[in-house]
């Protein structure tokens, strides 16, 4: 069970969380709407690479990753997407295409559009195709540290 990495990281920090499980989904909206959770308040997982370096960069699911604006707040020279085979090694406990967003436990720097601090609780994959993790953002924000970027 991909999530139990996460959940033993939440758990040694006594963060309130409610695991929930849902049909198999492949896209952040099919996930929203299989889980009952607006697309807005869920928190997608986008692989970017900045400067040549691997981050991450979550959004709510309703909306699209604007590199060219990531670009300009991050201040880099270059920003890409990564493919899956340049990162999936990164996330051995993980399906592909279903990282939680938490860079910190995979050696990530970690980017957040402001639109996400805005909800009391965000939810997001939980490192499979059938589970999300629903949670405080406060809490989220205080184990990640991310930078928040007004995309």
């Known amino acids: 069970m991909p ?3 996460l959940r033993d990281f ?4 006594h ?3 409610t695991v929930i ?3 198999p989904t492949y896209t952040a909206q099919e996930a929203a709407a299989s889980a009952h959770v607006r697309g807005r308040e869920l928190a997608k997982t986008v692989i970017v690479a900045i400067d040549g370096r691997m981050a991450m960069m979550i959004e709510p ?3 699209w990753v604007h590199l060219a604006r990531l670009k300009t707040a ?3 020279a270059s920003v890409t997407l990564s493919d899956e085979w340049d990162f999936k090694d990164r996330f051995p406990d993980c399906e592909p295409g279903a990282m939680p967003p938490f860079g910190n436990l995979y050696g990530m720097d970690v980017y957040v559009a402001e639109a996400l601090t805005k909800d009391e609780e965000i939810a997001f994959n939980a490192g499979s195709h059938t589970e999300l993790i629903r949670m ?3 809490d989220f924000a205080n ?3 991310p930078t928040v970027l007004p995309l």
């Open 3 to 5: 999530v139990a990495k």
């Open 10 to 13: 939440l758990d040694a920090h």
């Open 15 to 17: 963060v309130k969380y």
């Open 21 to 23: 499980t849902h049909s």
């Open 61 to 63: 699911a309703s909306q």
């Open 74 to 76: 991050t201040g880099a």
């Open 136 to 138: 405080q953002y406060g």
């Open 143 to 145: 184990l990640v540290h």
